[in-house]
């Protein structure tokens, strides 16, 4: 009998027992896979749309991107816009220069001068081979970077070798299977730059420019299989802003190597077929004057676009007998309340070749996009143009369209888009939907705070309590009450088995305390002028709010310094002050400023966007006054210490005010008055310049780890007749 009771217990005991399986394990925890910012400035590294080999038996699509991170990678276009694969690169090998995918391959240059050169398999990231082909302290560090720099392939099966121009003066044939030099060539002539190269069927042309009086177009012509020089030819010209202006293209009716160029002063085009011994310049057949070229990455169909000084795009075409007016956006005619164009191009499976042009219209808020493929209209060519809602209140502007489109039937073009923008943000486009936001920016952080979220029932009641009578309160007491025995049973429920719900399972679309804490707002300012809320529950981005304006480079607000000024404890809304430098535009001078938002919406509570002025100089030190943790102290570049906001406070006597700063080798220690109105007095200073603290005084780097601002846990310790002995902490030791 006893045996039967004992089981029996057992059994009813294994209903409370509960253990942690494999699929629970870190169901709160998250990663968010970045790559970083994709390269915007060069043409041959801008983010692009690959495919597989077109006589592999498995189709495949992916968007390759080089980053301001150093990392090389292969994005996956479908609903998430997960990684393929990615390549950190080291930073002290210097930044990548250029990829190029060729079948299912995919060519990197990286280095001073181009010194590092990778074959990958395009959709594995698998590194097939890599080969340096000079040191790094012997490249050449020309501006831009990836100037004199160049990897082609032909497109023949019977040569997979890679010819690869460095140094703006070495061209170096490598075996495709193994990366092993065929053959190399250089040139000593130090007034000539190489920049592009170009195959023919025996032959491969390096295109660069020689310094006199002006810029000559210099065309050196080597033996494809021995590297052996064959010509060398010089065309006067007045290109007046170097490489920039210099095209390289195949014909589209012979496919023979041609060069184009542009003479901005007389905004007039040249080119020359490169297939003969004799180079004859011709001069584009109109009366036209360009001011702008764009490459769309489309040389092997021998198209680019041109633009005249009202801003209107023309389509060119390289034939065996000069340029030719292919088409012209008439159907999109330029107003003053659109912004600049973007140009790209892109191939389709069949080799059929698109012009993406791509533009925001201020007078209807949204976004144009228009296409031309040469091909439609049973050759005529066809233009179809379609908008799409692209935020820039949110994202900024549009600084790179890589697009991906194909004809159904012979009037229709499909198309998506892969957007980079100025807030570091990555979109893909499906005609006017948007697929799905990579938020790059998160990879360069400057300063984060994580804010605690309030409870449900705290701030629902904080809400209402404040206009509720006795009778509202005492139904609402009586309406309370018959939750009581259902709060009864999960209470006994969890002090017995110890089990809670999962946040995930339990995480809603209000931001609300989850019963540890653990869920929280993570918030973030970026280098790229962006402030974002980010759900610690999953890792979403809730909201973001751009606070530097910045089209074509780096933000000009620079962050310095977060604080939490209002906690959840003191009500619904959290607030968070982001103290930041921000630089004048067409000065050097900065100024300090600050911005004053709620942390779970992003909503402004002063200053807005542009931000509160605090002081006419940078920012020297920020932090909270003693006993006022709503108040913040901004330290300028002159020592006086500014408070936001500017109430008149001073601080308590019995508690003076002191801070540290690095100033090169040295910390520096500053007093402040309590009045606040007079600079700060440095009363210490330390040097760290000893071989013994910094063995290596040229890479030292000096910075001040303040302590966190929080409570210091004081558990206690219970003594023999069961009272508890606390040792009170001293928070500043």
């Not at 020359?272 to 070229?293: C, H, W, Y």
């Not at 680019?304 to 088409?327: C, R």
């Not at 013994?692 to 001040?704: K, M, Q």
């Amino acid at each position: 009998m006893r045996l039967r009771t004992g089981a029996f217990l057992w059994l009813w005991a294994l209903r409370y027992a509960s253990a942690l399986e494999e699929s629970e394990a870190g169901v709160i925890d998250w990663h968010k896979e970045l790559v970083g910012v994709p390269l915007t400035d060069s043409a041959k590294s801008l983010p692009a749309f690959i495919r597989s080999d077109p006589t592999s038996p498995t189709k495949k699509t992916g968007m390759a991107v080089a980053t301001k991170s150093n990392v090389l990678a292969v994005l996956n276009p479908g609903s998430t816009g997960n990684i393929v694969w990615r390549r950190q690169f080291d930073q002290s090998e210097g930044r990548i220069l250029q990829y190029k995918t060729h079948r299912d391959a995919l060519a990197s240059i990286s280095g001073p001068g181009g010194s590092y050169v990778r074959l990958f398999e395009s959709f594995t990231g698998n590194l097939l081979w890599e080969r340096q082909l000079h040191p790094p302290s012997l490249g050449r560090l020309l501006e831009p970077a990836n100037l004199g720099v160049d990897v082609v392939f032909w497109h023949e099966l019977s040569d997979i070798d890679a010819y690869v121009l460095t140094n703006g003066n070495t061209v170096t044939r490598l075996e495709g299977k193994s990366g092993k030099t065929v053959w190399s060539w250089n040139t000593d002539d130090i007034s000539t730059l190489l920049s592009r190269v170009i195959l023919s069927p025996t032959s491969i042309h390096a295109i660069g420019l020689s310094k006199t009086d002006t810029y000559a177009l210099t065309i050196t012509t080597l033996n494809r299989k021995t590297g052996a020089l064959l010509s060398q030819s010089q065309i006067p010209s007045q290109i007046t802003r170097g490489m920039r202006d210099v095209f390289v293209f195949k014909t589209r009716d012979t496919n023979a190597p041609a060069v184009v160029w542009f003479e901005k002063h007389t905004g007039t085009l040249y080119s020359a077929v490169l297939d003969g011994n004799i180079i004859s310049p011709e001069q584009a057949p109109t009366k036209m004057r360009f001011a702008k070229v764009h490459d769309v990455q489309l040389e092997e169909h021998g198209l680019f676009v041109a633009e005249t000084k009202d801003d209107l795009p023309y389509v060119f075409g390289m034939y065996s007998s000069g340029l030719k007016q292919e088409w012209d956006f008439d159907d999109s005619a330029v107003s003053k309340s659109e912004t600049p164009s973007l140009f790209s191009g892109s191939v389709d499976r069949e080799g059929n070749a698109y012009i993406a042009r791509v533009f925001w219209s201020h007078s209807t808020g949204l976004a144009n996009i228009h296409t031309y493929a040469a091909h439609g209209s049973e050759g005529k060519g066809i233009s179809t143009g379609a908008t799409f809602p692209f935020d820039t209140a949110e994202h900024g502007v549009i600084l790179h369209c890589a697009i991906d489109a194909f004809m159904p039937h012979s009037y229709s073009i499909q198309h998506r888009m892969l957007l980079t923008t100025s807030t570091g943000a990555v979109q893909l486009w499906q005609l006017q939907d948007l697929q799905w936001t990579r938020d790059e920016s998160l990879s360069e952080i400057k300063v984060a705070a994580l804010v605690d979220l309030p409870e449900r029932k705290i701030a629902e009641e904080i809400d209402i309590s404040e206009h509720r009578g006795f009778a509202e309160r005492l139904i609402f007491h009586l309406v309370a009450a018959q939750n009581l025995p259902q709060y009864i049973a999960q209470f006994t429920k969890r002090f017995a088995t110890g089990s809670y719900s999962s946040l995930t399972s339990t995480t809603s679309s209000s931001l609300e305390r989850d019963p540890f804490g653990f869920r929280k707002m993570l918030v973030v300012a970026t280098s790229y002028g962006t402030l974002l809320g980010i759900d610690t529950a999953q890792g979403t981005v809730v909201w973001r709010k751009i606070i530097g304006v910045s089209s074509i480079g780096p933000a000009d607000v620079t962050p310095v310094k977060m604080f939490i000024t209002k906690s959840a404890l003191e009500g619904p809304d959290p607030e968070v002050v982001l103290v930041a430098e921000k630089k004048l535009r067409g000065k050097k001078t900065k100024t300090s400023v600050v911005f004053h938002f709620e942390a779970l919406t992003g909503r402004w509570v002063a200053g807005g966007p542009s931000g509160a002025h605090v002081s006419g100089t940078e920012v020297v030190e920020a932090f909270t006054l003693p006993g006022q943790s709503n108040v913040i102290g901004v330290v300028s570049a002159d020592g006086r210490v500014n408070t936001y906001p500017s109430a008149r406070l001073t601080i308590n006597q019995t508690s003076p005010l002191f801070f540290t700063r690095a100033v090169g080798s040295e910390i520096r220690g500053y007093s402040v008055d309590s009045g606040l109105s007079t600079p700060a007095v440095e009363t210490w200073k330390k040097a760290f310049t000893t071989p013994a603290t910094f063995p290596n005084t040229i890479s030292s780097h000096l910075e001040v780890i303040h302590r966190p601002i929080s409570p210091v846990a004081s558990y206690g310790k219970v003594l023999g007749d069961r009272t508890t002995l606390y040792k009170y902490l001293n928070p500043n030791a």
